[in-house]
């Protein structure tokens, strides 16, 4: 490795992540290692990615194994929202909320537990930030150089057509993909920002359970995270301004697990909307209006689930042509090809489905059309989904709305 000091604040890395103990430590070390020196660039790269989630990794592995010269450019942690911020963490912390929703029914089972569980929230913690860092060496610094790829620790930003700098460095490529992701939504709501709230990028930094949590959005990952922390042992409020939860899914799935929710005791409020969040001294107060109806709640913690943003800015797409969209992120054509023919794109920074075995898929669309002129269409990936509730939600191919709306005929 050369001398060259990554650009990335060593600091600003640590504080998102808490608390840093023995597994963050481990999760740092691996993802995002503060003694780490960017190596000197080799010449012109066949492939330049810019972010290290999914999309990025998949695609710089695959570019590498095939033999491209490529460098990889990681800003933050390597993983990206699977490893740190979605699915590994949300599904450790929804096993153990089963689990503890398993023994709390026991007799149905003709199973004896006794009195209610223990939840040992901190231990849940615990186990959750354990479990991470003892996935994250998969997706590490060390493991992607020994795959032959140039790891970059930094932002990185076009240049110009054929450049883009990271630090005091500038790598020539011959093409780009741009594999940023996106970050929790955030939501203009009065007061909000100066009560503060959590998102599925801090909800895991979590060490003692909120003892009244209010979820606003009632998706995928609203839904989920409302039930494992009800389960465990929080009174959840769900708040919607839709009429029912999880929008995007079959009317009638979703019923079956609304009532789900109702029967373990999670307060729904549905077309409803937050007007305005304060604090007071012992809450966070929820000032909410539901048709004409005003109504507040008071909570310990909010935790705000209504979507992504593409993680857009910083990479001066303008000075290369790419075109993008704010609020839906970079355009692609079906072969994941930007506006500028030498730069792809891949993952949640670009597409609707924004879901780690979907953007893994696009990658290899990218490898084939960026490396051997292939014409790869993502239109022609089939995408299935689940969504980790109890009752699990999932699903292939079209919902019957959804066909109507595209006027595909079904039996």
């Known amino acids: 490795m050369s001398s060259t000091a990554p650009e990335a604040n060593n600091k600003s890395i640590q504080s998102l992540l808490s608390p840093m103990d023995e597994h963050n430590e481990q999760l740092v070390d691996n993802v995002h290692p503060l003694d780490w020196r960017n190596p000197k660039p080799k010449g012109r790269y066949n492939l330049v990615v810019i972010g290290a989630g999914t999309a990025g990794l998949v695609t710089a592995a695959g570019a590498?194994?095939?033999g491209a010269r490529v460098a990889l450019i990681e800003r933050n942690l390597m993983g990206g929202d699977c490893l740190n911020v979605g699915c590994v963490p949300s599904k450790t912390l929804i096993s153990s909320s089963r689990l503890a929703s398993t023994l709390r029914r026991g007799a149905e089972f003709?199973?004896?537990?006794?009195s209610p569980p223990n939840v040992n929230f901190p231990a849940v913690m615990a186990r959750v930030r354990r479990i991470r860092a003892g996935i994250s060496s998969h997706d590490s610094a060390k493991r992607f150089s020994d795959l032959g790829v140039?790891?970059?620790?930094?932002?990185?930003?076009?240049?110009?057509?054929d450049t883009i700098r990271v630090g005091e460095?500038?790598?020539?490529?011959k093409k780009a993909v741009i594999a940023t992701g996106a970050r929790a939504a955030a939501l203009p709501i009065e007061g909000l920002e100066e009560v503060g709230y959590l998102t599925n990028e801090t909800v895991f930094n979590l060490t003692a359970l909120p003892k009244r949590l209010a979820v606003i959005g009632a998706g995928p990952i609203g839904g989920e995270l409302a039930q494992a922390f009800q389960r465990l042992g929080s009174s959840v409020t769900l708040i919607n301004n839709k009429d029912h939860i999880l929008p995007k899914e079959d009317e009638n799935a979703a019923a079956i697990l609304q009532d789900v929710f109702i029967r373990e005791g999670i307060s729904l409020l549905l077309g409803t909307e937050v007007t305005k969040v304060e604090a007071s001294a012992e809450a966070k107060v929820i000032h909410c209006r539901t048709g004409s109806n005003q109504s507040r709640i008071e909570v310990d913690q909010i935790l705000v689930a209504v979507g992504r943003a593409p993680n857009v800015e910083g990479l001066n797409l303008e000075a290369v042509g790419v075109d993008y969209d704010p609020r839906h992120g970079v355009k692609v054509d079906d072969n994941l090809r930007t506006s500028n023919s030498r730069i792809f794109a891949a993952g949640?920074?670009?597409?609707?489905?924004?879901?780690?075995h979907a953007a893994d898929f696009a990658a290899r669309t990218v490898i084939q059309n960026a490396l051997f002129f292939g014409r790869k269409k993502l239109s022609a990936l089939t995408i299935p989904w689940c969504t980790y509730t109890s009752p699990e939600i999932a699903h292939v191919g079209l919902y019957p709305s959804q066909a109507k709306e595209q006027g595909v005929e079904m039996d």
């Open 150 to 161: 140039d790891v970059f620790i930094g932002q990185g930003s076009f240049e110009s057509s």
């Open 169 to 173: 460095q500038s790598l020539k490529f």
């Open 110 to 114: 003709g199973i004896e537990a006794g």
């Open 348 to 356: 949640d920074i670009c597409m609707k489905h924004k879901f780690t």
């Open 64 to 66: 590498a194994g095939l």
